[in-house]
T-cell receptor, first 116, second 114 residues
Framework: EAGVTQFPSHSVIEKGQTVTLRCDPI?????LYWYRRVMGKEIKFLLH????????ESGMPNNRFLAERTGGTYSTLKVQPAELEDSGVYFC??????????????FGEGSRLTVL | GNSVTQMEGPVTLSEEAFLTINCTYT??????LFWYVQYPGEGLQLLLK?????DKGSNKGFEATYRKETTSFHLEKGSVQVSDSAVYFC?????????????FGQGTILTVHP
C-alpha cells in the first residue's frame, strides 16, 4: 500500500512568486491534514479536510495560503505571493478515522519550501 | 493554550548507550500523548502513545510513561542502535478532540555512532 506522497520534495522560489504543493493521501483516508515546520521549530497544524470539506483551517497563517481538496482525493496548498517567512517544511498527513481520533496520523516526507 | 516542550538537541550517543529525551506539556485536562519519529528520507511515523495517566507506551524498545503529576512523557531506551538515529517529536492531542489536530514539540535530533 502506498503511503502519503508529497510533491515537490524541495522548491526554491523568489519572494513574490507562487508555489503549489501537492499531497496524495493514503487511499481511503478521508481525513487530510497540512502541517508546517519553520526553521527547526515545532510542527504546527495548518488545516484539516474531511473528504473535500475544510473542517478546521484555524492554523492557516493568512490569506496568501489556499488549500483545496477537489473530489476528496489529493490536496494542493498554494502560497501566493510567497514571502521569506513562508520558508519551511510543509507536511501532509492522512488518517482514516472520522468518528474520533486516535492521534495516529500517517505523514508524508514533507515538501521543503525555500523563499529567497 | 496547549504546548509541548522537548529537551534541546542534538543528542549524540554511542551504540548501546541509554537514551532519555525529555518532554513536558501544558494542556487543559488530560490529553493523549505521543512520540513520533522521522527517520532520514521518510515521513513522521507514530512510535508510541499513552492516553491516560500512568499509562506506559512502548514500541521497538522505546518506552514513555504518562506522568500527570509532572506533566511529562519522557522517552527512554535502554540500549540505542545506529538505526535509531532520527528526529523525535513529542506531541499531544487534547482530550475529546475528534480529529488529528496535534500539538508538537520542536523535535530532538538523535545521532547514534557505532
Amino acid at each position: 500500500e502506498a503511503g502519503v506522497t508529497q510533491f515537490p520534495s524541495h522548491s526554491v522560489i523568489e519572494k513574490g512568486q507562487t508555489v503549489t504543493l501537492r499531497c496524495d493521501p493514503i487511499s481511503g483516508h478521508d481525513n487530510l491534514y497540512w502541517y508546517r515546520r519553520v526553521m527547526g521549530k515545532e510542527i504546527k497544524f495548518l488545516l484539516h479536510f474531511v473528504k473535500e470539506s475544510k473542517q478546521d483551517e484555524s492554523g492557516m497563517p493568512n490569506n496568501r495560503f489556499l488549500a483545496e481538496r477537489t473530489g476528496g482525493t489529493y490536496s494542493t496548498l498554494k502560497v501566493q505571493p510567497a514571502e521569506l517567512e513562508d520558508s519551511g517544511v510543509y507536511f501532509c498527513a492522512s488518517s482514516i478515522r472520522t468518528g474520533g481520533s486516535t492521534g495516529e496520523l500517517f505523514f508524508g516526507e514533507g515538501s521543503r519550501l525555500t523563499v529567497l | 493554550g496547549n504546548s509541548v516542550t522537548q529537551m534541546e538537541g542534538p543528542v549524540t550517543l554511542s551504540e548501546e548507550a541509554f537514551l532519555t529525551i525529555n518532554c513536558t506539556y501544558t494542556a487543559t485536562g488530560y490529553p493523549s500523548l505521543f512520540w513520533y519519529v522521522q527517520y532520514p528520507g521518510e515521513g513522521l511515523q507514530l512510535l508510541l502513545k499513552a492516553t491516560k495517566a500512568d499509562d506506559k507506551g512502548s514500541n521497538k524498545g522505546f518506552e514513555a510513561t504518562y506522568r500527570k503529576e509532572t506533566t511529562s512523557f519522557h522517552l527512554e531506551k535502554g540500549s540505542v542502535q545506529v538505526s535509531d538515529s532520527a528526529v523525535y517529536f513529542c506531541a499531544l492531542l487534547p482530550l475529546g478532540t475528534s480529529y488529528g489536530k496535534l500539538t508538537f514539540g520542536q523535535g530532538t535530533i538523535l545521532t547514534v555512532h557505532p
